[in-house]
């Protein structure tokens, strides 16, 4: 059954999750369907910008609860919203997400880890680490909104509507067409310089740190699925050390 369906606009690649009857919940097959589609786009000359959609008017409903798995498999997908996490947040092209309806803990994440955020008036956001006992939200939402407000996000778990997702900077457009206004944005980022563009991208990953904020969540997301669920296993790293999951520095805890 095919998880994500490919489009190609001239220099801007869609990639759209299509699960709707689970409200494009994320189960193992997605996430490798996913991570292979942004390698993909990485790799293809031709593909200058990478936009990120969900099938049937919502974005994704998170991680498929109800997939069966045993604690290897279980390891598994968490390794895998990892690496999708960091292939998007640390891609060297533009990513920008189109977000219609829920967006809701791992969707929201790889909403997060786009450079853009467009979405329509349907949107729903929600960071819901902490009431799932999952140690995620921090990383890429801090950088996006603020201390005080990733904090109000995170560690309450509420749902936000698409205007106070503008009004907090949590989304740059709200828009009734939002992937049509997602594909505008990435046409008038692949019509520029695309060396300054990729440049600009360094400057801005170096700046903000977002690749070691990553590498350290996803750290921490890796040894909590592997002691399935128990905290004790968990060491707090100096994000600034750590290597992060594309130099295989979680590999070797």
Known sequence: MTTIQISQDGPVRTLT???PSVRNAMDTALLMAL?????DAVADADTAVLVLAGAAGTFSAGADLKEALDLPGQVRRMDLFCEVYEAIGTSPKPTVAAISGPCVGGGAEVAAACDI???DATARFRFPGASLGFPVGAAKLVGLVGLGTAKDLVLTSRTI???EALRIGLVQDVAEDALGTA???AAAIAGNDRDAVSWLKKQFATFSGLGDRIGAENDALHAHAEAAGDYGALTMQDPKKVGGWAGGGWAKR
């Open 17 to 19: 999750m299509t699960r």
């Open 35 to 39: 991570l292979d589609g942004v390698g």
């Open 117 to 119: 955020r467009v979405c």
């Open 161 to 163: 509507d698409a205007a």
């Open 183 to 185: 594909g505008q944005r």
